[in-house]
């Protein structure tokens, strides 16, 4: 499509093409055409945009809570009113079915709206001494500085929101760079922010080459703190370019999911779990169910229910054609290795038949590694005690899921997984009022909630002694 569209770098309010006016093309996971053209930036663009970011910094970190909250709920209230386009444009650029997309956006409005009346909850406490130890002590917190939010493909709206929210309410300016990959959602989000009046380079956006605007941000003198999501090799390249600056960092990276299945679990719950879980998104989810376990008295049963489920299912396109070649990779490995494969194969262009695999063993790929693809595997166990060893054995810990009967029983065993957030009946994990947290291999730091917001503060301890 010759007439696509052109999208530019959002810096200090206004349209900012790159350098050179270089661009470099979207194309369509669907069939390969072309959607959009973005401005391919160069570290020339970063400089100027933390600039803008920077000398935004001040008056919005002075801005009173309430001003602030009322700035990101005019911002939550355009973006309601725009969720639609959003979603058309993750299902555009990424492949996601639509209505999966249109669940993105809306929880990601929820964000929005929970960090609007956040801001507002800027606390200052006094802290009295007395005698000999001085008048008092106040605490305080504000914004960290300029925040770089660098963000992955699968959830492009969502996680953009999770870093953008947090920070403004918290009083920090941020430049975002989207995913190469699909970057149109994302800048509409921070296009959104700016129609919304929110001031002048208080979110700006870098469109552009992954790897390089990545080092660029990172090593910038004038980013105060990087917020990343993807995986665990960049997010060791990113720490590896912030840390000799001491630069904050708060990584959300993959997960491989277990779901620990219990004896006394209701099997349509738990089949409900690892379908939806195991296939949202075509497993191209941190979240993703990668690792069933089920009791060997209940293993008929379950992979009888489970079976029709899944042959059921249309998936939309893989979003990448790295992430296709790699599910047949790791099909291949599975069989290689003896274990069984369910599925799995090519439907048309990339889109991929949901796969099942059992009898795997250690070693195997898809036990060892996230798949990140359309693919969950299916063990038994004997005594639920080897199904936890087995779950956290895996350098991950993000989202687990338990299905059981008796609830304390239940509870014993989502307490027992090494993972920041369990998810027990059910396969909802995120609300925007909670903390979600990777453990182990998983990330640094946490987002959403409370403890999503303090990510983004740094504290003043001023002790008045007469």
């Not at 300016?173 to 989207?178: A, E, G, H, I, Q």
């Not at 209940?298 to 992430?323: H, I, N, S, Y």
């Not at 969950?376 to 350098?395: C, G």
Request: proline share 6%.
């Amino acid at each position: 499509m010759s007439d696509a569209p052109t999208f530019v770098n959002i810096v200090d309010g206004t349209d900012a093409p790159a350098a050179g006016g270089a661009v470099m093309d979207v194309p369509s996971p669907h069939d390969g055409g072309l959607v959009a053209r973005i401005a391919a930036s160069a570290p020339g663009d970063v400089d100027a945009a933390v600039a803008a970011a920077r000398a935004a910094l001040p008056a919005w970190r002075a801005t009173a809570p309430l001003e602030r909250g009322a700035a990101i709920a005019r911002f939550a209230r355009l973006f309601d009113d725009e969720a639609g386009d959003l979603a058309e444009l993750i299902h555009r650029e990424m492949g996601k079915p639509l209505a999966e997309a249109q669940a993105e956006v809306a929880r990601a409005a929820e964000v929005n709206h929970h960090f609007a009346a956040e801001a507002e909850r800027m606390w200052e406490q006094y802290l009295p001494s007395g005698g000999a130890f001085g008048a008092g002590n106040h605490v305080r917190g504000e914004g960290i500085g300029v925040v770089a939010a660098i963000t992955p493909w699968n959830f492009p709206v969502a996680l953009i929101v999770w870093k953008l929210a947090p920070a403004l309410a918290a009083g920090c300016t941020l430049v975002v760079k989207p995913a190469q990959e699909a970057p149109l959602a994302a800048w509409r989000v921070c296009d959104i922010a700016r129609r919304s009046g929110l001031p002048d380079g208080v979110v700006n956006c870098v469109l552009g080459d992954g790897p390089a605007l990545g080092e660029a941000l990172a090593t910038h003198d004038g980013v105060d703190k990087v917020a990343f999501t993807g995986s665990r090799r960049v997010a060791e390249m990113i720490a590896g370019w912030a840390a000799p600056r001491l630069k904050a960092l708060s990584l959300e990276l993959g997960g491989h999911g277990p779901l620990i299945v219990l004896d006394d679990a209701d099997l349509d719950a738990a089949v409900d779990v690892a379908t939806v879980q195991g296939f949202a998104n075509a497993g191209q989810a941190c979240y993703s169910v990668n690792r069933v376990f089920v009791p060997r008295t209940r293993m008929g049963d379950f992979m009888d229910a489970f079976r029709v489920r899944v042959a059921a299912l249309e998936l939309g396109p893989m979003a990448t054609q790295r992430g296709f070649d790699r599910h047949h990779e790791l099909m291949d490995d599975a069989r290689a290795q003896g274990a069984t494969v369910e599925g799995g194969g090519t439907v048309a262009g990339r889109r991929l038949a949901p796969a099942i695999v059992t009898h795997a063993r250690h070693g195997v790929r898809v036990m060892e590694e996230e798949p990140f693809t359309p693919v969950v595997t299916v063990i038994s166990y004997d005594d639920v005690s080897e199904a936890l060893a087995e779950a956290n054995r895996p350098d991950y810990g993000l989202v687990g899921y338990v299905c059981g009967g008796d609830l304390r029983r239940t509870m014993d065993v989502a307490r027992a997984l090494e993972c920041g957030t369990v998810v027990v009946n059910g396969w909802r994990v995120v609300v925007a009022h909670a903390p979600y947290a990777g453990w182990k291999g998983s990330g640094v730091g946490a987002e959403l909630g409370h403890p999503g917001m303090e990510a983004f503060i740094r504290w003043q301890h001023v002790r008045v002694l007469a």
